[in-house]
């Protein structure tokens, strides 16, 4: 443990008894740059509830899912809607008060996840594997959102029997996670190695964090190792490279919940950049210069790439790459976030930390 978190935790349990504060909270990076609350307007839109069961269907109509489907992407699109127009708020509210300490803010976000809460949503029934999808990246945007909010803890404006509820909720999803994709693994399956399982990690190790459940946390950190241990020698992550067209695209999606997984450990003074003798740092020097010139990709997986879409560098192919060049400073990197702009990703909650 650094030195730095050692003095954080005997702050907080000074005074207290043992074992009431044997170890300290666990913390996300935006526990550790307190925000100053202001009573900044923000109008918060009304959410419903989200299902307690979870229909999806995939959309890729070739067994590299790679090729997209226009009419079953359609359909994905509009089961998935109600989804993310929920995270959507969630994700709006938490980074307006991320921005300008908008107290109004912080309370929308904590209605948002107490709705969700009451419902018991997405506890269900999956009707695929897509359903179970949905329901990881679900659970990653609210749980980021409710971090970036809850030091206001007056400006919540919950009850502390909501806020158990809502954490209560969250760690039941983050298991409910967990459990399905730990069953995928003993089967050996791809979804449970790939980046799907990465995401998997980043949502749980975001849910464990809130609801301060150590193990979810652990998960979370195992799934980092696990990705990170399966760089190749030049970069590469082969199962994402077996995508393709979508090859780069899947290698950029894979990162984004790495690298945030690796602020998270930070945040608990954990240094999961540099495991496996700092192999993240291929992974992204890799797909970076896929960015600028994805010969490479197209080689290797035998197939030109869609990505850059036209030529076109998207956020989202690059903002995950904030709180990387915040400790790594790159003058290469930084110029392909400023080409691709910083807009919120739904996946990571809105804006990566800072």
């Known amino acids: 443990m650094r030195v730095w978190q050692s003095l954080m935790a005997l702050a907080l349990c000074f005074g207290c008894v043992a074992p009431v504060c044997a ?23 009304k959410v419903d509830a989200l299902p307690h069961d979870i229909v999806a269907s995939d959309f890729y109509s070739d067994a590299k899912h790679s090729v997209i489907d226009a009419k079953r992407k359609a359909a994905y699109d509009a089961a998935k809607d109600q989804y993310s127009n929920v995270t959507e708020e969630a994700e709006r509210a938490a980074d307006e008060f991320q921005k300008n300490g908008s107290a109004a803010a912080a309370a929308c976000v904590m209605h948002v996840l107490e709705t969700q809460a009451a419902a018991n949503a997405m506890t269900g029934s999956m009707s695929s594997n897509q359903a179970n999808y949905v329901q990881n990246w679900t659970l990653g945007g609210l749980a980021v959102s409710f971090l970036k909010v809850r030091t206001a803890r007056a400006a919540l404006r919950a009850t502390p029997e909501q806020a158990s509820a809502v954490k209560a909720w969250m760690r039941t999803v983050g298991q409910q996670v967990q459990g399905w994709f730990d069953g995928r693994r003993a ?73 945030t997984m690796a602020e998270m450990g930070e945040a608990n003074g954990l240094d999961l950049y540099s495991f496996d003798h700092n192999k ?75």
């Open 23 to 45: 170890a300290a909270s666990l913390k996300s990076p935006w526990d550790l740059k307190p925000v100053k609350v202001s009573d900044a307007s923000f109008h918060c839109a």
């Open 187 to 259: 089967k050996g399956t791809t979804d449970a190695q790939n980046n799907h399982y990465y995401w998997a990690g980043f949502s749980v190790m975001a849910a464990g964090i809130a609801s301060d459940d150590q193990k979810l946390y652990d998960w979370g950190v195992g799934t980092y190792k696990d990705g990170v241990g399966r760089i190749a020698a030049d970069g590469t992550l082969p199962l994402e490279m077996a995508r393709g067209q979508r090859a780069l695209h899947y290698h950029l999606f894979a990162l984004a919940p790495l690298v």
């Open 280 to 354: 993240l740092h291929l992974l992204v020097s890799r797909s970076m210069a896929g960015l600028v010139d994805n010969h490479y990709f197209s080689s290797r997986a035998g197939t030109e790439q869609d990505t850059p879409e036209n030529g076109r560098i998207k956020s989202d192919d690059v903002v995950w790459v904030t709180p990387y060049l915040r400790r790594f400073p790159d003058s290469g990197i930084q110029q392909l976030l400023n080409k691709g702009g910083s807009r919120p990703f739904g996946y990571l909650g809105g804006m990566p930390p800072a």
